[in-house]
């Protein structure tokens, strides 16, 4: 499974948009790129997930470049509840319960 | 997605003992995972639950340490043996939910 690097920590306001970016330089021709946020003293929730290009939903959008070795997680707006811990995490698509993850960035949205 | 109930949610216990978590699912999966989270770290997966079969155990993680069960598609515990304080963390449990997994909230262990 390839390795993530991503930020230990960002700050932010509430009303900005937020840019995590990760670097995953050896990911695999069949890995997915997968987004999770952890609020304190719960499990982590899925965000997002995309292979190339671009993925929107609801919640944020997911920018990954042609040669895929990052990806940028984009939250839109971000309040005080968005502060939070977010993992990126690279695997196979296709059986990617057993998830590997990183040590994740702790983002802090200030009033 | 699947809806998970992990029970304890939190628990004191002493060490030499040994705790048993809980955690149903409300569809029927194939594989349930179980992570342990030290305070301020990363999740670390321990074991991969398969029904009808052994549990698959992560370098570092042994089957007398972490005993699994899986007695059906729905169900599974972990029990955490002869604790020490190094037990401390948060256990959790969780399922792949086709896109992304779903987590349970995890059994917040304290050895004392």
């Known amino acids: 499974l390839a390795k993530t690097t991503q930020p230990i920590s960002m700050d932010s306001y509430e009303g900005q948009e937020v840019n995590i970016t990760c670097s995953h330089n050896?990911?695999?021709?069949?890995?997915?790129i997968t987004w999770y946020q952890q609020f304190p003293s719960q499990g982590p929730r899925f965000i997002i997930q995309g292979y190339k290009t671009k993925v929107t939903n609801e919640v944020a959008s997911l920018f990954i470049p042609a040669d895929r070795k990052s990806s940028t997680l984009s939250l839109p707006r971000v309040s005080l509840s968005d502060t939070a811990v977010y993992y990126c995490?690279?695997?196979?698509?296709?059986?990617?319960?057993?998830?590997?993850f990183g040590k994740g960035t702790k983002l802090s949205v200030k009033p | 997605s699947a809806v998970i109930s992990q029970k304890p949610s939190r628990d004191i216990c002493q060490r030499g003992t040994s705790l048993t978590i809980q955690c149903q699912v409300d569809?029927?999966?194939?594989?349930m995972f179980w992570y342990r989270q030290q305070p301020g770290q990363s999740l670390t997966l321990i074991a991969t639950?398969?029904?009808?079969?052994?549990?698959?155990?992560e370098s570092g993680f042994v089957i007398d340490k972490f005993p699994i069960s899986r007695p059906n598609l729905t169900f599974s515990t972990l029990t955490v043996s002869n604790m020490s304080p190094e037990d401390s963390s948060i256990y959790l449990c969780?399922?792949?939910?086709?896109?992304?997994?779903?987590f349970g909230s995890g059994t917040r262990l304290t050895v004392v």
């Open positions: 569809s029927q999966v194939t594989m």
């Open positions: 639950a398969n029904q009808g079969s052994e549990a698959t155990y």
């Open positions: 969780s399922v792949d939910a086709g896109t992304g997994n779903t």
């Open positions: 050896n990911i695999a021709t069949n890995d997915y």
């Open positions: 995490l690279v695997g196979d698509g296709g059986s990617q319960g057993n998830l590997i």
